[in-house]
T-cell receptor, first 114, second 114 residues
Framework: GAVVSQHPSRVICKSGTSVKIECRSLDFQATTMFWYRQFPKQSLMLMAT?????????EQGVEKDKFLINHASLTLSTLTVTSAHPEDSSFYIC??????????FGAGTRLSVL | AQSVTQLDSHVSVSEGTPVLLRCNYSSSYSPSLFWYVQHPNKGLQLLLKYTSAATLVKGINGFEAEFKKSETSFHLTKPSAHMSDAAEYFCVVTTPAAGNKLTFGGGTRVLVKP
């Protein structure tokens, strides 16, 4: 089946620094990818839709200047958490739609901001 | 608009006994429905999907789900639980009108007792 690779799996950073998370579709092209945030013991919340070659679409309440999304190619989307603070600590997951409406998920990135 | 309600936040079963995870959905259009499983600190793995074909859907690892339009339900079952089934399960809905955006249920945490 289709594979989505997400990197890094875990990152620890100091408050005020920026962190970049990559999401790659390994064996298929994805003009759209999705970024989710998951708090402990909670469900996934859609943050934004990443669109290849155009601006991302953010869900209500998500700060676009805080969470920068770039979808520069048909196989790569990046999420940059800018000036990270402890409240940004969370589990971030990306997904990409394959054929037949199935979404394939990355393994997630655990961000810890000290 | 679309929404998903997972009726049980936690389910505890003994190994070898049946598992039932309940899911009700709301959708203005013909939905596609999915069940995903998430093991701790991991991404999501697709168990099965319903996309307007057969109403009884068989998935991986012995799981199956039945789409009941009259009850707006898509409950997940497995005849005999295994220890490795302990995980978080998400019922998910999308429609063409939603542009591949997924709406997640709150999740059901399954505990399997030996």
């Amino acid at each position: 089946g289709a594979v989505v690779s997400q990197h890094p799996s875990r990152v620890i950073c100091k408050s005020g620094t920026s962190v970049k998370i990559e999401c790659r579709s390994l064996d298929f092209q994805a003009t759209t990818m999705f970024w989710y945030r998951q708090f402990p013991k909670q469900s996934l919340m859609l943050m934004a839709t990443s669109n290849e070659g155009s601006k991302a679409t953010y869900e209500q309440g998500v700060e676009k200047d805080k969470f920068l999304i770039n979808h520069a190619s048909l196989t790569l989307s990046t999420l940059t958490v800018t000036s990270a603070h402890p409240e940004d600590s969370s589990f971030y997951i990306c997904s990409a739609p394959g054929t037949t409406s199935i979404q394939y998920f990355g393994a997630g990135t655990r961000l810890s901001v000290l | 608009a679309q929404s998903v309600t997972q009726l049980d936040s936690h389910v505890s079963v003994s190994e070898g006994t049946p598992v039932l995870l309940r899911c009700n959905y709301s959708s203005s259009y013909s939905p596609s429905l999915f069940w995903y499983v998430q093991h701790p600190n991991k991404g999501l793995q697709l168990l099965l999907k319903y996309t307007s074909a057969a109403t009884l859907v068989k998935g991986i690892n012995g799981f199956e789900a039945e789409f009941k339009k009259s009850e707006t339900s898509f409950h997940l079952t497995k005849p005999s639980a295994h220890m490795s089934d302990a995980a978080e399960y998400f019922c998910v809905v999308t429609t063409p009108a939603a542009g591949n955006k997924l709406t997640f249920g709150g999740g059901t945490r399954v505990l399997v007792k030996p």
